[in-house]
């Protein structure tokens, strides 16, 4: 299995991001939120969220964006993903984490 790529000192783009950038507005293709939430099958609020970082793209929801817009649902679950390692690698259970005793020591 290919390794995702994480960056270290900032979170990755998120789903939303690539999706503001690459597909909405003029350097986009020129489509509403509305207009591609419309063509997804779901609320503008709901796309909203997405595209704000306040939803995680969903393997569903990876699926809706593959059809409409082309680009392999598992390019927007490693989007996904990057951004979920990043936020959970980053977080103050992370810290917690770190302080628990292995079993045993890892292999190098």
Do not use: C
Request: avoid cysteine; charge should be positive.
């Amino acid at each position: 299995m290919q390794k995702i790529e994480i960056p270290k000192h900032r979170r990755p783009s998120t789903p939303g991001d690539v999706l503001r950038e690459l597909f909405l507005g003029d350097d986009g293709l020129s489509i509403t939120q509305g207009d591609l939430a419309v063509r997804l099958g779901i609320t503008r609020q709901n796309l909203n969220a997405i595209i704000n970082g306040k939803r995680a793209v969903t393997p569903s929801m990876a699926m809706r964006l593959e059809r409409v817009l082309g680009v392999d649902m598992q390019t927007w679950l490693n989007l996904q993903m990057a951004v979920d390692i990043y936020d959970a690698q980053h977080s103050e259970e992370a810290a917690r984490i770190a302080k628990l005793k292995p079993l045993r020591k890892h292999a190098a």
